[in-house]
């Protein structure tokens, strides 16, 4: 199993990290079996802030799938169709365990340079430097 540093809006890591969302979508997944998603928040916060644990993987067309997560979604309908718009398939993670951590990380700080526009693995070295 790996991690993944996903790139997220502020405002749906809130969500996350309240337990607020239960999925998270995406257009793609990682090749990998991902067992453990970090949180990237994205500007103005540009902070490695929390972790939250992968449940399973749902794969559906788009309509289906918000039908099946829409109550834990964490987003609008309408910001969900405008992120599939033109997709036949859509992914998400279903989210389980979440961790907050006390004191942000500087994506730099572990050697990333720029935010991910999708995901990137995360080592075990990088995670260790997460969490010292």
């Known amino acids: 199993m790996s991690k993944v540093l996903l790139s997220i809006k502020p405002e749906y890591v809130q969500r996350i990290l309240t337990g607020e969302k239960k999925f998270e979508f995406r257009k793609r997944l990682a090749n990998k079996p991902v067992d453990t998603i970090v949180i990237y928040a994205t500007s103005p916060v540009m902070k490695i802030?929390?972790?939250?644990k992968v449940k399973g993987i749902l794969e559906k067309a788009p309509s289906v799938l918000w039908e099946q997560?829409?109550?834990?979604?964490g987003i609008t309908r309408k910001k969900y169709r405008e992120y599939f718009a033109g997709c036949k398939k859509a992914f998400a993670y279903e989210l389980d365990e979440v961790v907050k951590y006390t004191k942000g990380t500087n994506l730099e700080e572990i050697g990333i340079y720029q935010a991910?526009?999708?995901f990137v693995y995360i080592t075990d070295e990088q995670y260790k430097k997460i969490h010292n």
């Open 69 to 73: 997560t829409k109550k834990n979604a």
């Open 116 to 118: 991910p526009q999708s």
């Open 49 to 52: 802030v929390g972790e939250v």
